[in-house]
Antibody
Framework: QITLKESGPTLVKPTQTLTLTCTFS??????????VGWIRQPPGKALEWLAI???????RCSPSLKSSLTITKDTSKNQVVLTMTNMDPVDTATYYC???????????WGQGTLVTVSS | QSVLTQPPSVSGAPGQRVTISCTGS?????????VHWYQQLPGTAPKLLIY???NRPSGVPDRFSGSKSGTSASLAITGLQAEDEADYYC???????????FGTGTKVTVL
């Protein structure tokens, strides 16, 4: 059974750095073909893909946010960490991590964590 | 930002059939990449509804079906039920981004 759970601060100030951790179980990020992605959703708006890390440590980020995003993995801890610098109120959103299937769909999702950016 | 375009809303009476379109471009759906669909009930995380254009994960009712042709894909819900009232998103891979893209989202209302 695959499960994922996001953790991190619920409130950050503008210009601060956000660090979110995705802790998962039921699969290994060292298994060929596996990936974990981050997706966010501002209140009342659509889903937006942010970044993904694959089993071989290949990493991809959304071009619109590439300069502010870093994604890393700790295979031994079953964790993926997303860092976003220079946070702005427009970054207020629910942040989800999700398991990427071999067919490139996100088949398992965490419950999401709401991050508010405000002074 | 969304690069797959969906209608903002669709509605139908219980028992009716509704369809949601998802239009991409030559770097994503038109390049042959599969389209996947998600259902998001209010206040919950998205749930995979259709994968690989037309396949249903275990537990998804056969009232939901998907198809793809060229740069466009569609999700159909037949025998619409009150519990189907939710937001629906399509998703694919984009070669120009080397990443994943979601649709603009469609709210389904059961009249």
């Amino acid at each position: 059974q695959i499960t994922l759970k996001e953790s991190g601060p619920t409130l950050v100030k503008p210009t601060q750095t956000l660090t979110l951790t995705c802790t998962f179980s039921g699969f290994s990020l060292s298994t060929s073909g596996v990936g974990v992605g981050w997706i966010r959703q501002p209140p009342g708006k659509a889903l937006e893909w942010l970044a993904i890390i694959y089993w071989d440590d290949d990493k991809r980020c959304s071009p619109s946010l590439k300069s502010s995003l870093t994604i890393t993995k700790d295979t031994s801890k079953n964790q993926v960490v997303l860092t976003m610098t220079n946070m702005d109120p427009v970054d207020t959103a629910t942040y989800y991590c999700a398991h990427l299937s071999s067919g490139w769909s996100f088949d398992y999702w965490g419950q999401g964590t709401l991050v508010t950016v405000s002074s | 930002q969304s690069v797959l375009t969906q209608p903002p809303s669709v509605s139908g009476a219980p028992g009716q059939r509704v369809t949601i379109s998802c239009t991409g471009s030559s770097s994503n759906t038109g390049a042959g990449y599969d389209v996947h669909w998600y259902q998001q009930l209010p206040g919950t995380a998205p749930k995979l509804l259709i994968y690989g254009n037309s396949n249903r994960p275990s537990g998804v009712p056969d009232r939901f079906s998907g198809s793809k042709s060229g740069t466009s894909a569609s999700l159909a819900i037949t025998g619409l039920q009150a519990e189907d009232e939710a937001d629906y998103y399509c998703q694919s891979y984009d070669s120009s981004l080397s990443g994943y893209v979601f649709g603009t989202g469609t709210k389904v209302t059961v009249l």
